[in-house]
C-alpha cells in the first residue's frame, strides 16, 4: 500500500498547495520524500536537480495554462495537477536508486507486498508515493478529508503494467495515479483534464470553461 506517513510532513506545511507551486518547495519536498522512502525501505537514491527543474517546469506551465478546471471541480483538478507531476518525473525521471540496506529502519512497519513493488521499481514508487502524499495532504488541508487508496496499488501486477504502459506513454500515468486513488481513469485520454469523469459530472460548469488545448502526447 501507499505510504502515506510522508503525507503528515507535507500537511503540517502551511497553504501546501500554493508552496508546491514554487520550485524550491518542489525540490525540497521532494528530497524529504526520497529521504523517507530511504527511512523505510532502506532504498537510497541520487537526485538530478537538473532533471528535477525540468520535470517542476514542465508541470507548472500546463498547471498554469489549465487552471481554469480548477473552477469546474477543485478536488478533482488537484488529482489531475498530481498525475500530470507524476508524467513529467517518469518523464525526466530525476532519481536513481543507488543502494538498498539490509535493515531499513521502517522495515517493520510495512507490507510485504509494498517491499516487493518497492524493489521491482523504486524511482516509480518513489514519484508515485511522493504524489499521492501530496494529494493526501492538500485534500486534508483543503476539504478535511484523505483520499482512499485502492487495494491495486498493494499488487505487483499492476504496477507490472504500470511500468510498461508509461514506459511507452507516459500521460498513463495521470491514469494510473486515478486509479490507485479510487477515481475512473480516462484510459483515451488521461492528461487532458475536459475527458476525465470526475469533470464531465460538473457539465454544466465545464460547457463555461475556455478551450485550453490538447496536452501533449
Same mark, same amino acid.
Given at each position: 500500500?501507499?505510504?502515506?506517513?510522508?503525507?503528515? !510532513?507535507?500537511a503540517?506545511?502551511?497553504?501546501?498547495?500554493?508552496r508546491?507551486?514554487?520550485?524550491?518547495?518542489?525540490?525540497?519536498?521532494?528530497?524529504?520524500? *526520497?529521504?523517507a522512502?530511504?527511512?523505510?525501505?532502506?532504498?537510497?537514491?541520487?537526485?538530478?536537480?537538473?532533471?528535477?527543474?525540468?520535470?517542476?517546469?514542465? &508541470?507548472?506551465e500546463?498547471?498554469?495554462?489549465?487552471? *481554469?478546471?480548477?473552477?469546474?471541480?477543485?478536488?478533482?483538478?488537484?488529482?489531475? *495537477?498530481?498525475?500530470?507531476v /507524476?508524467?513529467?518525473?517518469?518523464?525526466?525521471?530525476?532519481?536513481?536508486?543507488?543502494?538498498?540496506?539490509?535493515?531499513?529502519?521502517? !522495515?517493520?512497519?510495512?507490507?510485504?507486498?509494498?517491499?516487493?513493488?518497492?524493489?521491482? &521499481?523504486?524511482?516509480?514508487?518513489?514519484?508515485?508515493?511522493?504524489?499521492?502524499?501530496?494529494?493526501?495532504?492538500?485534500?486534508?488541508?483543503?476539504?478535511?478529508?484523505?483520499?482512499?487508496?485502492?487495494?491495486?496499488?498493494?499488487?505487483?501486477?499492476?504496477?507490472?503494467?504500470?511500468?510498461?504502459?508509461? *514506459?511507452?506513454?507516459?500521460?498513463?500515468?495521470?491514469?494510473?495515479?486515478?486509479?490507485?486513488?479510487?477515481?475512473?481513469?480516462? &484510459?483515451?485520454?488521461?492528461?487532458?483534464?475536459?475527458?476525465?469523469?470526475?469533470?464531465?459530472?460538473?457539465?454544466?460548469? /465545464?460547457?463555461?470553461?475556455?478551450?485550453?488545448?490538447?496536452?501533449?502526447?
Amino acid at each position: 500500500m501507499m505510504d502515506l506517513r510522508f503525507k503528515d !510532513e507535507l500537511a503540517a506545511m502551511p497553504d501546501l498547495r500554493h508552496r508546491l507551486r514554487r520550485l524550491r518547495w518542489f525540490r525540497a519536498t521532494f528530497r524529504a520524500s *526520497a529521504k523517507a522512502v530511504t527511512r523505510a525501505y532502506g532504498v537510497r537514491f541520487e537526485i538530478d536537480d537538473a532533471r528535477l527543474t525540468r520535470a517542476f517546469l514542465d &508541470w507548472i506551465e500546463i498547471a498554469e495554462g489549465q487552471k *481554469a478546471f480548477a473552477e469546474v471541480n477543485r478536488a478533482d483538478f488537484i488529482v489531475f *495537477a498530481a498525475g500530470v507531476v /507524476l508524467r513529467e518525473l517518469i518523464r525526466q525521471n530525476p532519481a536513481r536508486a543507488v543502494s538498498e540496506a539490509a535493515a531499513p529502519a521502517g !522495515e517493520a512497519d510495512v507490507s510485504t507486498a509494498t517491499r516487493e513493488i518497492v524493489r521491482f &521499481w523504486p524511482e516509480g514508487f518513489l514519484y508515485t508515493n511522493y504524489c499521492v502524499a501530496a494529494v493526501a495532504a492538500v485534500h486534508e488541508q483543503e476539504f478535511g478529508t484523505v483520499p482512499a487508496i485502492d487495494k491495486c496499488a498493494d499488487d505487483l501486477r499492476t504496477w507490472w503494467s504500470y511500468r510498461e504502459n508509461v *514506459a511507452e506513454v507516459p500521460a498513463y500515468a495521470v491514469a494510473f495515479l486515478d486509479r490507485f486513488l479510487g477515481g475512473e481513469p480516462n &484510459w483515451i485520454a488521461p492528461d487532458h483534464p475536459a475527458a476525465r469523469h470526475a469533470m464531465q459530472r460538473m457539465k454544466p460548469a /465545464l460547457d463555461g470553461a475556455p478551450p485550453l488545448g490538447v496536452p501533449a502526447a
